[in-house]
Structures are given as structure tokens and as C-alpha cells.
């Protein structure tokens, strides 16, 4: 079966700017999370999506959004970019709630200039 | 708050050697923990979680709650374990919530 996907896979954007990045998660998963991959904080959670709530939220700021649709696809946003927003965004999906497997995208490069 | 440590940002060692990738976790109660592996040009995938106590691609894990630690083994090396090793903990009352250490790059070298 197809692995989560995540698009696009590359984004350039400037400062002030926002930016939409979107992953779809493996057929019948319904939990979808977002995850930030720096240099320097490495992996940190961002939000979880399970059945178009979220349920759990990471120390981000309110610049970053996001939301999940009835088939489970789910999109984060993030407003007003900032240098330090450049990073690899991941997400991850799971069948159910808690104690399934997560499934990992191959991310979103984002670039702030 | 939990943390998890890993302090190792690289380990390199020969082909046919031991591999001990440290892990220590700071929580109080009982620790879901991971170990996520990372190749080259790959995602990241999982390699196993302590509730399985499983051995993958011959890496065992053993939680010891006593030391707080959940460190990664392998008895002998291939060059084909060379990646990017995370540990992990679900955040008790985070839903699936992960938190990760900053990562181990293993280099095995021939």
C-alpha cells in the first residue's frame, strides 16, 4: 500500500510570508502528526489530527495551524514565516489513536529567505 | 518535563564490531520507548519499541528502568546499518505524541 505522502517536497518562500504544506496519510489511518526537524532542536512535535480534531499540541507558536479533512489528509500552515522557520517538516500517520506503528512522509524542505 | 538523551552524536566503528547506541529517557512512570532509524536518502522508519521485544535486522533493545535507559545493541556491525539512529518516548498523555532525542549517525566502516 502507498506510504504517507507529503507535497511538495521543496518550497522557497520570504520572510513574511505563509506557506501550506499538505500530507496525505496511509489509506484508513486517521491519525495524522507534524513534526519539525531542525539542526539544532532536532525532532519536535508540532500537532496531532485524529478524526478532523486536534487533539494535542506542541510549543509552537500560534503562527503555526493546521487541520485535518473527513479523508484524513491533513494540512499545516504557518503565517508570517521567519528565518527560523526554515526546516523539514514531517508528518507521520497512524491506524488508530494510540499504540499503532507511526508511518512517516518524506517531508517538506521549506527555506526561508 | 520528559527528555530523552542520546549522547552520541556519532559512533563509528569497523565492520564485524559490537554497536552500543545510548539512550536515556527521563520519566518517572512506565516509558513507551522507540528506536527510529534513518538511511540515507530515507525516511524515517521505526526499528523497534520495547513492548515488542523484538530483534530487528539483529538490533535488541532492553529498558532498564533502573537506569533509565534503553540502549541500542547489535553484536556485530555491517556497513548496511550505517544511518541515523533516534530514540524515542510517547509522551504519556500526549496521544501519539513522540519526543526525540537529538540522534546517533552510526559509520560502519569495512
Known amino acids: 500500500k502507498a506510504g504517507v505522502t507529503q507535497t511538495p517536497r521543496y518550497l522557497i518562500k520570504t520572510r513574511g510570508q505563509q506557506v501550506t504544506l499538505s500530507c496525505s496519510p496511509i489509506?484508513?489511518?486517521?491519525?495524522v502528526s507534524w513534526y519539525q526537524q531542525t539542526p539544532g532542536q532536532g525532532l519536535q512535535f508540532l500537532f496531532e489530527y485524529f478524526s478532523e480534531t486536534q487533539r494535542n499540541k506542541g510549543n509552537f507558536p500560534g503562527r503555526f495551524s493546521g487541520r485535518q479533512f473527513s479523508n484524513s489528509r491533513s494540512e499545516m500552515n504557518v503565517s508570517t514565516l521567519e528565518l527560523g522557520d526554515s526546516a523539514l517538516y514531517l508528518c507521520a500517520s497512524s491506524l488508530m489513536g494510540q499504540g499503532y506503528e507511526q508511518f512517516f512522509g518524506p517531508g517538506t524542505r521549506l527555506t526561508v529567505l | 518535563a520528559q527528555r530523552v538523551t542520546q549522547p552520541e552524536k556519532l559512533l563509528s566503528v569497523f565492520k564485524g564490531a559490537p554497536v552500543e547506541l545510548k539512550c536515556n529517557y527521563s520519566y518517572s512512570g512506565s516509558p513507551e520507548l522507540f528506536w527510529y532509524v534513518q538511511y540515507s536518502r530515507q525516511r524515517l522508519q521505526l526499528l523497534l519499541r520495547?513492548?515488542s521485544r523484538e530483534s530487528i535486522k539483529g538490533f535488541t533493545a532492553d529498558l532498564n528502568k533502573g537506569e533509565t535507559s534503553f540502549h541500542l545493541k547489535k553484536p556485530f556491525a555491517q556497513e548496511e546499518d550505517s544511518a541515523m539512529y533516534y530514540c524515542?518516548?510517547?509522551?504519556?498523555?500526549?496521544?501519539?505524541?513522540?519526543?526525540f532525542g537529538a540522534g546517533t549517525r552510526l559509520a560502519v566502516h569495512p
Open positions: 524515542a518516548l510517547r509522551d504519556p498523555g500526549g496521544y501519539n505524541k513522540l519526543i
Open positions: 489509506s484508513g489511518h486517521r491519525s
Open positions: 520495547h513492548i
